[in-house]
């Protein structure tokens, strides 16, 4: 039996241009949406719970009093098959992410490199991490400014595991995708299977809210990965940096222009040396370092 998903159908007077649409996005980014589907004068935006749903309609239309904001519930198998049609393979350096039936097509889109491209095969579920947001993009382009070859991985708030599988392609020997969401969880599973990583990539569940001890019992990482919210990233800054082993990298994401700024500032004030920035649209992902020795939290 199929799960039915809460969704928004967001329509507007006028056509949704991408900065329109991002701007949306961020300011409802708090209630965690999960998959977002667009069209020239609609959006449709799937949520976790109906609470959530409706806290985002009002957000919304608090924002934009033109809009219409119609609650809808959708199958995944519908939403799945939607997306079957839709979804292309997205190059990011080496890396390529690509639906199961897309992957020879990826393999192609690789031909004009003289690097063989990594496949990240992606099942399309209601967990973000296809590769086609912005900050998956951004956390994907960073992740291969350093040789990871051998390196310990920890991606938080997994969602499909696209990270933490990205990380083991990159040559990582072992990936660590945390999440709370059970959903997450299992697309996790099912994607790190889908590409063949056995026990090197492994997914857990962990809540940040939990707040110190969280994370503590994983021990420490050559480079963590956190695809957040902004409000997020500042709140648990502290506990992100303890999980970064000295000399290792934090890379995060999910914060906006507007909330960068304040993010970088919580990293450093955790005894992040602040290292490199990348901008899409109106998403920014950051990427820090923990320093020698034993100062390192």
Known sequence: MSRLYPALDVVSPQPLEDETVDRLLAEIDDEHPVAVETGDERLRIFFATVEARGRAALRLIALASDLTCTPVDVSDEDWAE?????????????????????????????????????????????????????????????????????????????????????????????????????????????????????????????????????????????????NLTGAMLRRHAATLAGGVAPSGRLIVSGCTTDEAAIVQRACESADLRFDARLDEDEWVALAFTSPNGPTAR
């Open 82 to 226: 939607r997306s079957q049609a839709a979804l292309e393979p997205v190059r990011i350096g080496r890396l390529v992410i690509a639906p199961p039936w897309r992957e020879r097509d990826a393999r192609e889109s690789g031909r004009d490199d003289e690097r063989t491209p990594l496949i990240v095969r992606i099942q399309p579920s209601m967990g973000f991490g296809t590769g086609h947001h912005a900050t998956t993009r951004l956390c994907l382009a960073l992740l291969q400014a350093r040789d990871l070859i051998g390196a310990r991985v920890l991606d938080v708030g997994t969602g499909s595991g696209v990270l933490a599988i990205a990380s083991w392609r990159l040559g990582a020997r072992e990936a660590v995708a945390v999440d709370y969401d059970p959903d997450a969880l299992q697309s996790a599973g099912e994607n790190i299977a889908l590409n063949g990583a056995g026990s090197a990539v492994r997914a857990m569940s962990a809540d940040l809210e939990q707040g110190a001890g969280a994370l503590s019992p994983l021990g420490r990482f050559d480079l963590v990965l956190a």
